[in-house]
């Protein structure tokens, strides 16, 4: 609207203007009354009234170097800071000085070419007002002739510093804009519905593998087909626009422009226009690549073993409660098999853990590879896999493969160089017979399994009830010896050992445990079980205490030393402490070292490790001595007598049982005899029950014998008035 009154003021202006000269003092009115009497009144007022109200400046000036205003309308006032009077003639300053020193050349060529091309003019520059004001001017004129014939400029200069702020402004925005969407770190785009790019910033070109966001546009003409790994996706994004308005966080995989395939994540909206009509869609995207890949290894770990490749317990679990769901769908079987390798901790700890490493790999193939693909193969742990034979109809069909899988695993294998044979133990739990669910299930295999390795391994046991009462009283047992091992609940019997005379030389110390609630619990119940547990080093520490205590009193008593002899379990020699935790006892008891006989088992050997050479050397370096126990039965090998530091073979009550009767206990008995005599071992029989036993051990030339016939396991005090009733002479 004002824009409209500027223009017929000056149109009107304008005409009557170029018609005639005016005086500079008069008004416009009063000059345009003069010099055309055939308008009106009315009009003239109309237009001075107009001319008064102009905002901005009416003018006429010369084509001369000044500008010299020929006449100024009374606007001037308002924009210059100059009354009229001040500017026509440059009577106090030309339009020249008034316009500004650095646009006053841009000025004059604009208006020079326009008017040698005899158009309008439109020129915006700034001006310096009376007060040293800038103000940005629009000044629109054209060269006209004058009454005289002169050329001059006609026009009309307004002030447009607002607008020019305002223009300023925006610019300044679109700038800083612009500034974020090229330097963004993220990808920003915008496209058609239909998948092409308007627009996009070098983030995402360098992003999609391109040198430059033309490129990008030029070339990614179909976003559906050429960038997404899955087309379908595209449909999703468009689904999501469409429904939503918005996608957040929306995942996908494209391709590069080279072809290789990077994760992106995308947040973007629709725009629209003000009747709602889609613009473009608008948003940024971020390579994702490393925290997926992240993501999927974090997922692996939490659902596969590292080692083996196989799933964990944690997909097992899954797998099993799909596995149980289908199973009752169809009316099937389903088989949970626990599958713990026999003697697998001995082989790690003397061959190393790469060797029981490769060891487990080696076991989880074999499984793997005597399965159905429809079957898992999990590893639970340690040595431990679980399998779920799925949709077997019939048990039979499941113990033939359960008959393979033992096949497969025990077949040797190579580990440094040299062939190892490892068995499993295999406990089998069905659904839905042994448990409805995952854990129940879990449970009566794991106790099947048990069963299997007490029935003496590398063979499988189903679960039957009689298991799980056996299991539960394990338990019960284990939490009761935890607090007996806390509240002294364990005692020490002595057996005595005589030499060939029948004089006292020694005894055994045997472990005992009354319970109020369980009764006497034999050590072939409890032992298994500490040994399991780990309860076996407390327990042995504490009969190794009170066994050394009581064989220091005993020379006390008896005026001569006698030797104490200790059980160590295999399991101890895990533990690198155990020579340092010996001799502390020892020291701590005021003990002669050679007093003491430390007894071990030939499974220590399983293995043939350099380790258990180690600590047995360390033992030796005590002073004390070591038995070998229980010889005779399992491999009884010779060579670990040859190899290993003993100093006491003990000929096993198994093998003493019906020797007088010349079997062949008895022809083992005396090879084992003469051949530690070779040797210069001690040979000591044990479970000698009649004087037919002893005579002919004694014939044979057994050194030491221990047995009912001598005497049963004693408390410590009843063994010591043993002592001293019998003065050391059975
Ligand atoms: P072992 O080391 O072979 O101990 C000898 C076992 O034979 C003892 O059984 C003893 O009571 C029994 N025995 C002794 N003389 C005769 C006999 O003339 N006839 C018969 N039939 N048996 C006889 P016990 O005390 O029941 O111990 C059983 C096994 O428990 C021991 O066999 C040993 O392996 C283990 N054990 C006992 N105490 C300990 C201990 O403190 N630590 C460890 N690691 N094992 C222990
Ligand atoms: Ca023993
Ligand atoms: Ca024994």
């Known amino acids: 609207m ?89 009577k106090q ?109 070098m983030s995402l070109a360098r992003l999609y593998g391109y040198s430059s966001p033309e490129k990008l546009i030029a070339d990614l003409a179909d976003i559906e087909r050429r960038l997404y790994v899955d087309p379908a996706q595209r449909e999703k994004f468009r689904h999501l626009m469409d429904t939503q308005g918005e996608v957040v966080n929306f995942e996908s995989e494209v391709y590069r422009h080279d072809g290789s395939k990077i994760w992106i994540s995308e947040n973007a909206h ?11 869609y608008e948003g940024t995207v971020q390579d994702i690549t490393e925290r997926r890949s992240y993501q999927e290894q974090l997922e692996y770990q939490a659902n596969f073993d590292q080692l083996t490749g196989l799933p964990n317990r944690n997909l097992l679990n899954d797998r099993l409660e799909q596995a149980i769901s289908s199973a009752a769908r169809r009316g099937y079987f389903l088989a949970l098999v626990f599958i713990d390798l026999d003697n697998f901790k001995f082989i790690n700890d003397s061959l190393g853990h790469v060797a029981g490493d490769e060891l487990l ?31 077997h109809y019939q048990v039979a069909s499941i113990i033939s493969l359960l008959e393979r899988v033992l096949q497969e695993v025990s ?40 069963a299997a390795k007490a029935r003496g391994r590398n063979n499988f046991q189903f679960f039957t009830h009689e298991m799980n009462r056996i299991s539960d009283e394990r338990l019960q047992l284990e939490a009761a010896m935890r607090v007996a091992l806390e509240q002294d609940g364990f005692s020490v019997a002595f057996q005595p050992k005589v030499d060939h005379r029948r004089r006292i030389v020694g005894a055994e110390a045997l472990a005992r445990w009354h319970t109020a609630d369980f009764g006497t619990v034999a050590p072939d119940r409890f032992i298994p079980i500490a040994e399991e547990t780990g309860l076996i080093v407390p327990l042995t520490g504490i009969i190794l205490r009170k066994a050394f205590a009581a064989a220091s009193k005993w020379s006390k008593t008896l005026g001569k030393p006698l030797n104490v002899a ?42 043939d490790s350099g380790r258990t050479l180690g600590i047995l050397k360390g033992l030796k370096r005590l002073g004390v001595s070591l038995v070998m126990d229980d ?7 010779l060579s670990y007598i040859r190899r290993f530091p003993l100093d006491i073979i003990k000929i096993d009550k198994s093998l003493v049982t ?51 016939l001598l005497a049963k396991p004693l408390p410590d005090q009843e063994f010591s008035d043993l002592l001293i009733a019998t003065d050391g002479q059975l």
């Open 93 to 201: 300053i030309s339009w020249e000085e008034i316009t500004l020193g650095e646009d006053r050349l841009s000025v004059r060529e604009e208006i020079s070419a326009a008017v040698a091309a005899n158009r309008n003019f439109s020129v915006e520059y700034r001006i310096l007002t009376c007060t040293g004001q800038e103000k940005w001017v629009l000044e629109r004129g054209m060269a006209v002739l004058d009454e005289c014939g002169e050329q001059v400029l006609e026009g009309f200069i307004e002030d447009v510093s607002e607008r020019r702020q305002a223009q300023d402004a925006v610019a300044h925005a679109e700038l800083r804009y612009r500034h974020i969407f090229e330097h963004a770190s993220e990808g920003i785009f915008q496209t058609t519905s239909d998948g092409h790019y308007l627009s996009a910033n």
């Open 411 to 450: 077949r040797p294998i190579m580990l440094m160089g040299r062939d190892w044979q490892v068995g499993a133990s295999l406990g089998v739990a069905l659904y839905p017979t042994d448990g409805e669910d995952a854990l129940t299930l879990l449970k009566h295999a794991d106790i099947a399994m048990y």
């Open 631 to 637: 010889f005779g039965t399992g491999y009884s090998s």
């Open 566 to 607: 200790v059980n160590l379990s295999p399991r101890l020699f895990l533990d690198d402490k155990l020579v340092g935790h010996i001799a502390g006892l020892i020291s701590e008891a005021g003990l002669p070292p050679e007093r003491v006989e430390l007894e071990i088992t030939e499974s220590i050997f399983i293995g």
């Open 2 to 90: 004002a824009w409209y009154i500027t223009c017929c003021a000056l149109t009107v202006f304008h005409v009557s203007f170029a018609m005639s000269q005016q005086s500079p003092e008069k008004t416009s009115a009063e000059y345009l009354a003069n010099v055309n009497t055939t308008l009106s009144l009315d009009p003239i007022r109309v237009l001075d009234t107009l001319m008064a109200n102009l905002n901005g400046m009416a003018y006429r000036c010369r084509l001369d170097a000044q500008w010299t205003m020929r006449f100024v309308s009374q606007g001037c006032l308002a924009l210059t800071g100059y009354a009229s009077d001040a500017l026509v003639d440059n």
């Open 270 to 280: 629709s725009v629209r226009d003000l009747q709602g009509e889609l613009i473009c």
């Open 658 to 708: 019906g020797i007088e009767h010349e079997d062949d206990g008895a022809m083992i008995a005396r090879a084992i005899i003469s051949m530690c005599q070779s040797l210069r071992k001690t040979v000591v029989a044990e479970g000698v029950e009649n004087q037919a036993q002893f005579d002919f051990l004694r014939y044979q030339g057994c050194d030491e014998f221990q047995g009912y």
């Open 361 to 391: 790999v080696e076991v989880a193939h074999r499984l793997r590879h005597s399965l159905r693909t429809v079957d898992t193969v999990a590893r639970q742990g340690g040595d431990e896999f679980v399998l779920v034979l799925n949709d």
